[in-house]
C-alpha cells in the first residue's frame, strides 16, 4: 500500500511540473504607479488611454467624489505598456503625457512646473 501511495504521489508531482513548464502564462505584467502631488492645487481627475485611442478614457482613476489633495499620493496598479496620461487640475490645467512607457514600478512626483496650471484645458485627443 506504501508503495502504491508512493507511485501516486511521484506520478502527480511530475503531471504537475510538466503542466507548469508547458502552459503560457496568461496573467500580463503588471506596473504600480505611485502618483505624488507635490503642486499647489489638488488633482480632480487621472485618466490613462492607449496611445491608439483618440479619446481620453472615461474612466477616473480617483472616482467621482475624491481629488488628490498637495502632499497626498495614490498607487495605481495597470498593465505593462504605453499610455497617454492626463491630469485635471482644481483650477482647470491640465498635465499631459504622450506614449508613456509604463512597467514596473514607478513614482511620479507632479510639481506645478508639470502643469499649465493656466486654467484652460490643453488641446489634444
Same mark, same amino acid.
Given at each position: 500500500?506504501?508503495?502504491i501511495?508512493y507511485?501516486?504521489?511521484?506520478?502527480?508531482?511530475?503531471?504537475l511540473?510538466?503542466?507548469?513548464?508547458t502552459?503560457?502564462?496568461?496573467?500580463k505584467?503588471?506596473?504600480?504607479?505611485?502618483?505624488?502631488?507635490?503642486?499647489?492645487?489638488?488633482?480632480?481627475?487621472?485618466?490613462?488611454s492607449a496611445?491608439?485611442k483618440?479619446?481620453w478614457?472615461?474612466?477616473?482613476? #480617483? &472616482?467621482d %467624489? =475624491?481629488?488628490?489633495?498637495?502632499? !497626498?499620493?495614490?498607487?495605481?496598479?495597470?498593465?505593462?505598456? +504605453?499610455? @497617454?496620461?492626463?491630469?485635471?487640475?482644481?483650477?482647470?490645467?491640465?498635465? #499631459? &503625457?504622450? %506614449? =508613456?512607457?509604463?512597467?514596473?514600478? !514607478?513614482?511620479?512626483?507632479?510639481?506645478?512646473?508639470d502643469? +499649465?496650471g @493656466?486654467?484652460k484645458?490643453?488641446?489634444?485627443?
Amino acid at each position: 500500500m506504501k508503495r502504491i501511495l508512493y507511485f501516486l504521489c511521484i506520478a502527480m508531482s511530475c503531471a504537475l511540473l510538466t503542466s507548469a513548464i508547458t502552459t503560457p502564462s496568461i496573467r500580463k505584467r503588471e506596473s504600480k504607479i505611485k502618483i505624488v502631488n507635490k503642486s499647489d492645487l489638488a488633482i480632480d481627475h487621472i485618466y490613462f488611454s492607449a496611445p491608439d485611442k483618440n479619446t481620453w478614457d472615461e474612466d477616473d482613476i #480617483l &472616482g467621482d %467624489d =475624491e481629488v488628490l489633495e498637495p502632499n !497626498e499620493s495614490i498607487v495605481v496598479l495597470m498593465e505593462c505598456g +504605453n499610455w @497617454d496620461v492626463k491630469l485635471i487640475l482644481e483650477d482647470g490645467g491640465t498635465c #499631459l &503625457g504622450y %506614449d =508613456e512607457h509604463i512597467c514596473g514600478s !514607478e513614482v511620479w512626483e507632479i510639481t506645478n512646473a508639470d502643469c +499649465n496650471g @493656466d486654467g484652460k484645458e490643453d488641446e489634444g485627443k
